[in-house]
């Protein structure tokens, strides 16, 4: 795990909830593990969610119950190590995998290699074929970065909210004089007003849109990820500094990476199709 903890995205990344899942084994391990810490449960909008619904999360708690499923199932588990490709035994054949930690670069080799990488690196590396982005035209879905915001008084601001158009304006200032900078390629909220959203004419202080990210490419997601970090602390002390009910607000957690729709999809001796899902 190249993290310094377990639980992939919904643990690194602020997610918050699993999205209409329908469960196995080892999620309804999960689950229960959460429900009884009191730290998940599912809510459920028949508009919009298939059953049972989403699971909503404590994402520190989520760690903790993955960690201990792995240590208990008896895995043996290896922090802050990235898995940088596939050993080859073989012209064809993959028997194991190169990684590298603060130790050094070794080889674990053994006779299957299950890559959990999300973006497909050991099999790309080892020759795999695989597809990214639309057929047309090569986009990838956006990405997403959320952060949380705590101490902030909302009945404060909602007694003494500026007026939208005037909240617009306040921060089309602060980006014009460079007090904040926006993620490049970000798109909701409008780089223009950010982190105002016009539209919903709503501060989105925590939830924002990137497109143009390929999860593939290690210099674009640390761009990216470190220019958010930078507008979270800008956002949060010009809120402190001009908006109403912020004067206490901090940053409470930041993720350590984006939340990623796609990468490379492998094509292996099947491809799962859209209706062996629906199916």
């Keep these: 795990e190249q993290l310094g903890h377990v639980g992939g995205m919904p643990a690194s990344a602020d997610l918050v909830a699993f999205c209409d899942t329908m469960g196995g084994p080892v999620y309804d391990e999960l689950v229960e593990l959460l429900k009884e810490m009191d730290a998940g449960r599912y809510f459920y909008d028949p508009e919009t969610h298939h059953k049972p619904g989403r699971f909503r999360f404590h994402a520190e708690t989520l760690k903790a119950a993955a960690m201990k499923m ?5 895995a043996e588990v290896l922090l802050h190590t990235v898995a940088a490709g596939a050993h080859m035994s073989g ?8 990684a590298a930690n603060k130790s050094g670069q070794f080889v674990v080799k053994s006779k299957f290699v299950i890559d959990c ?3 497909g690196d050991i099999a790309a590396s080892a020759g795999a074929k695989f597809l990214k982005g639309d057929p047309e035209d090569g986009r990838i879905q956006h990405v997403n970065f ?11 601001f909602e007694r003494n909210r500026p007026a939208p158009g005037q909240i617009r304006r306040m921060f089309m200032n602060a980006i014009r004089k460079g007090e904040i900078a926006p993620p490049d390629n970000l798109f909701a909220p409008s780089a223009e007003c950010f982190p105002y959203n016009a539209r919903k ?3 989105s202080l925590a939830y924002w849109e990137i ?3 390929d999860p593939s490419d290690a210099t674009a997601l640390s761009r990216t990820l470190a220019q958010c970090h930078r507008a979270a602390l800008e956002v949060t002390r010009f809120c402190r500094r001009n908006m109403p009910g912020h004067e206490n607000a901090k940053i409470a957690h930041l993720p350590a990476t984006l939340g990623t729709r796609e990468s490379r ?3 292996g001796d099947y491809v ?3 209706d062996d899902v629906l199916k």
Excluded: M
């Design 70 to 74: 792995l240590l208990d199932s008896g």
């Design 91 to 98: 012209k064809d054949k993959v028997g194991g995998v190169h």
């Design 117 to 119: 990488t999300a973006d």
């Design 146 to 156: 959320r952060y949380s915001v705590g101490g902030i008084d909302r009945e404060a």
């Design 201 to 203: 004419s709503q501060l």
């Design 211 to 213: 497109e143009k990210v």
């Design 265 to 267: 999809r492998i094509i």
């Design 272 to 274: 799962l199709t859209k």
